[in-house]
């Protein structure tokens, strides 16, 4: 029997992260205790104390265990803790040391969402893959330069770590673990009862691109909003250059060092973003995402949307359309 730790944070802790895995992870385990007439899993609240109020006093968890009566764990589960990220790790470096320590015992670890900064904290995930909420992924890089965020992932595994993309992506991890940990024919049948799609593997899908302008570089910003101003036409940036008064090179380069992302990847992404709300719109067709995000190109713009979404425009379409509207909607 596997012990997990679902640890119970200081903080706006995500009560769905923690009563979710709960429920799940205990439900898988009464299903294979009805075959093998043993549970799978013993799962635990674990806290800094018996009583944990959220930071918004919402809600309050009374964990049966507190950190330092957990002598060994197989797996410990780190849920998102919302506010701001900095505060989060402060108030919680007792988790952290109690993490590394456990990690370092051979316990692994799950991440759920933006539980990733506090992973990162610990410094384990130095030089391993992650996952995390797609709005929170640049920041997450940021903070810990030397983690290998896999932004567009649903669930990254490396070495006794595993971390979840954003918001409900959780419940995603939740069945890989338990497919590891009880085998395929327990996964599909916890998956089924929670309706959970088993295929999903990619966030890309569910992104919304809006720039990222919190770096403070005014040269960057004013590419950025002419590119934003004009992603229907050609853009040079040799002429952005020029009209900065700097190269080439020196622009490129501080452009990728602000947003993560070279000037025609930028503009790529702005025109898909464009291209995606065209075609959430029932009357609208591919052809008209197609021009009216700056492509003439079926080829191309086909190309360039399934690289930044992960799916071809139609599929998009068909994904995101009422069903009642896909016939009439999706002509080319």
Excluded at 268 to 286: F, I
Aim: hydrophobic fraction near 40%; charged fraction near 25%.
């Amino acid at each position: 029997m596997k012990h997990i730790s679902i640890i119970v944070p200081k903080g706006q802790y995500s009560i769905v992260n923690i009563a979710g895995a709960f429920q799940i992870l205990n439900w898988a385990s009464d299903a294979y205790a009805q075959n093998t007439r043993k549970p799978l899993f013993q799962v635990e609240f674990v806290g800094h104390q018996k009583t944990a109020r959220d930071a918004e006093g919402f809600y309050t968890v009374t964990p049966p265990k507190t950190l330092n009566e957990i002598a060994r764990t197989d797996l410990i589960i780190l849920p998102a803790v919302h506010g701001d990220l900095r505060e989060g790790i402060d108030n919680n470096r007792e988790v952290i040391d109690w993490v590394t320590h456990h990690y370092n015992q051979g316990s692994e670890i799950a991440a759920f969402c933006i539980g990733a900064f506090l992973l990162a904290e610990t410094g384990v995930l130095d030089g391993k893959t992650c996952s995390t909420h797609w709005g929170y992924a640049q920041e997450l890089q940021e903070m810990f330069p030397k983690v290998k965020v896999e932004a567009e992932n649903i669930v990254s595994v490396s070495d006794r770590i595993y971390t979840s993309g954003g918001a409900y992506a959780f419940t995603n991890l939740v069945i890989y673990l338990i497919e590891r940990y009880g085998g395929r024919e327990l996964a599909l049948m916890t998956a089924k009862a929670f309706m959970i799609d088993v295929d999903k593997n990619n966030q890309s899908l569910y992104m919304i691109f809006n720039g990222q302008k919190n770096h403070g570089d005014e040269m960057v910003l004013k590419v950025q909003d002419a590119i934003e101003g004009n992603f229907k036409s050609a853009i040079s940036v040799a002429e952005l250059a020029d009209g900065l008064a700097t190269n080439r090179r020196t622009l490129e380069r501080r452009f990728k060092t602000a947003t993560g992302n070279s000037i025609i990847q930028y503009l790529q992404r702005v025109r898909v973003e464009r291209a995606k709300n065209v075609l959430e719109q029932s009357t609208k067709s591919v052809s008209d995402a197609m021009y009216d995000s700056g492509y003439s190109d079926a080829k191309s713009f086909r190309e360039v949307f399934r690289k930044c979404v992960g799916i071809t425009p139609l599929e998009y379409k068909k994904k995101f359309v009422k069903k009642e509207h896909t016939l009439e909607a999706l002509t080319t």
